[in-house]
């Protein structure tokens, strides 16, 4: 009896410590940012705003170049992740329904992709923009954010079309659909759980991405919000009200997009890493 008493609580404990060790810099985050400068250097803490104030995300969005970094950073994320689905929809197809010599290296190929640290190729993609002319523009960026997502999107897309069943494709076939019809109306709106998953995965990455931006955009028109981000308090000093505001600025589309997507994106991963 008192182990099965023990078995059923240590989880639970363990669940809860770790969801206040991981919610609570989150919530001091955000509270931060509503919170008076009085509250904030205070010497006892100050657990829950006693007086909610706006004025530090007045002062982060006031700064220089703000608007700037916001669309930068939602046209190179949308545009990569984007290009990563439509490449993904397409190479997923092939690699789930085709057989072609080659098929487990390219899968193979695709893990190593996943799993490879793209810090380590910096210097290599710096050279190669430098050499194109190209850098300080949201291009390169875009195209590297799309390559860094599509392993994973590939992968991923490819368990969704291994688990809808041929018969429905050879059906539609046998009713006058080419194949490209029968993957449009038929196996294309069955991975709208795994379309969701992958999308937010490549939002994540693309919308926190630092390393390439600092190195090929050294130019302010051509910077991002994580950079941005970095930059702020060398700019603001010791102003961690204005720091933690747009902390919660750069984090609420994030915010936002998961709990919008988070049942989808749930059984997105997890039906997607087991079909296939």
């Not at 916001?70 to 092939?94: G, P, Q, Y």
């Not at 860094?148 to 076939?173: D, N, Q, Y």
Request: glycine share 6%.
């Amino acid at each position: 009896m008192n182990r099965t008493l023990f078995g059923r609580v240590w989880p639970n404990v363990t669940a809860i410590i770790l969801f206040i060790g991981f919610v609570f810099p989150v919530y001091w985050m955000f509270s931060t940012a509503f919170k008076p400068t009085g509250d904030i250097i205070s010497e006892n803490p100050v657990w829950f705003p006693t007086d909610v104030t706006f004025d530090h995300f007045k002062t982060a969005v006031s700064a220089d170049n703000f608007w700037t970094f916001v669309t930068n950073s939602f046209i190179v994320t949308i545009l990569a992740v984007s290009f990563s689905l439509m490449i993904a929809l397409a190479a997923s197809f092939a690699l789930a329904r085709m057989r072609f010599k080659g098929r487990r290296g390219f899968i193979v190929g695709f893990m190593m992709a996943q799993m490879a640290p793209w810090e380590v190729m910096i210097i290599a993609i710096y050279m190669i923009v430098r050499d194109a002319s190209m850098l300080n523009s949201l291009v390169p960026l875009t195209l590297f954010y799309t390559m860094m997502i599509l392993p994973f999107t590939i992968l991923t897309l490819r368990g969704f079309v291994a688990a809808v069943p041929k018969e429905l494709e050879e059906s539609a076939m046998v009713d006058g659909c080419t194949r490209a019809q029968a993957f449009r109306k038929v196996i294309f709106p069955l991975l709208a759980p795994g379309l969701m998953a992958t999308s937010m995965f490549g939002f994540i990455t693309a919308w926190n991405e630092f390393p390439l931006v600092l190195v090929v955009n050294k130019e302010a028109h051509a910077q991002t919000l994580p950079l941005w981000l970095s930059s702020f308090q060398s700019v603001f000093g010791n102003d961690w009200g204005a720091t933690m505001a747009a902390s919660t600025l750069f984090a609420i589309p994030i915010l936002v997009l998961f709990l919008y997507l988070q049942r989808k994106v749930v059984g997105g991963l997890t039906a997607g890493a087991v079909k296939g």
